[in-house]
């Protein structure tokens, strides 16, 4: 009895060790990045454009946004593939084109299309890794922009440009910087999925972190 709760304590400690290794881990993913050389002015408008930008699984990156000054909706979905193919269960085969994406729309004003994307870089995602982020992998968990626009095209493609020069990161970027044909909305229990699900583990370990490297690099952008 004493050996079998002896050697369920040692499982315990080891899993515990490879839980705070995997957390320190991501923890230490944040990267601290220099500003758009290439960027749109902050100005007053009535529009209100948006970003889409996939970076892994869905729920970190809508999180992340949604702590950002400026940011008015942040939306989960799947962009790259048909209408007809946007659903979970189908885009998590890893064979309809899609990429799990968020749709962040902002205020011009307060915040500019450069701006989200040195937080997409530095703290949603690792944009090193092709087809996967973290533990999860397949095409839907690629990294990618999708741009609306010549002008958001122009803005995502220097500034990788910009990165890849400077060598901020070990390896080369992966993103891709494709048009935008579709953006569908996921599920309604994917939509603030970290909200809801605290204390889920892989929540704790994968996105929390993600919201607390924001706050502490990005602290005149972090909104509760």
Sequence with gaps: MFQRRARGVVVCLTLLS???????????????????????????????????LAGG???GVDAVFKHVRGVKSVTSGY??????TAEYEVVSTGRTGHAESVRIVYDPAQISYGQLLKI??????????LNRQGP????????AIFFANDEQKRIAQAYIDQLNQSKVFRRQIVT?????????????YHQDYLAHH??????????????ENFRKQFPDLYVR
């Design 18 to 52: 490879l839980i705070y290794v995997a957390r320190r881990a991501t923890l230490s993913a944040a990267v601290s990045l220099p500003d758009p050389v290439v960027d749109e002015p902050l100005a007053a408008s009535k529009d209100r454009p948006a970003a889409v």
């Design 198 to 211: 605290l204390d889920s583990p892989y929540i704790r370990m994968n996105d929390i972190p993600k919201v």
């Design 57 to 59: 699984c869905f729920w």
């Design 79 to 84: 962009s790259g593939g048909t209408k007809s």
């Design 136 to 143: 999860d992998e397949g095409p839907q968990y690629r990294s």
């Design 120 to 129: 997409f870089f530095s703290v949603a995602h690792d944009p090193t890794q």
């Design 176 to 188: 891709q910087v494709v048009g935008l044909t579709g953006f569908y909305d996921a599920e309604d």
